[in-house]
């Protein structure tokens, strides 16, 4: 397995960009109301959004900061995992639970030593 750390946290806050540096991918995970079921893994690109501002921030919006202040960002993905109901104190369904278990295969897949 190739070395992995995780951080967690409700939202992403600019204070993150540090959290970047020296990092070769980077893989923002969150549930999703639109992504195809069960779950998308796209690239993530330098945006300077309309959230580069507030207490919450994209994942483009915060490679754009480390950009500003770094230089290049590292390569990063969106893992963006189907959810169905998102109502406070609502548990997880057996459907999005599928889900989230399709995603952590792809991504123990991903990084195992047999990947390149």
Not at 4 to 29: P, S
Not at 78 to 85: E, H, K, P, W
Request: hydrophobic share 45%; aromatic share 10%.
């Amino acid at each position: 397995m190739r070395d992995v750390e995780l951080l967690t946290d409700f939202q992403l806050q600019v204070e993150f960009v540090l959290d970047l540096q020296a990092r070769r991918e980077v893989v923002f995970i969150d549930a999703s109301v639109d992504a195809p079921a069960p779950f998308t893994f796209l690239p993530a690109v330098a945006v300077q959004d309309a959230s580069y501002s507030s207490h919450q921030m994209s994942p483009g919006a915060l490679l754009h900061a480390y950009q500003q202040l770094f230089g290049e960002p590292p390569t990063a993905f969106v893992l963006a995992i189907r959810g169905q109901c998102y109502e406070l104190g609502e548990g997880l369904s057996q459907e999005a639970g599928a889900h989230l278990e399709a995603a952590l295969e792809y991504l123990i897949h991903r990084f195992s030593d047999t990947c390149p």
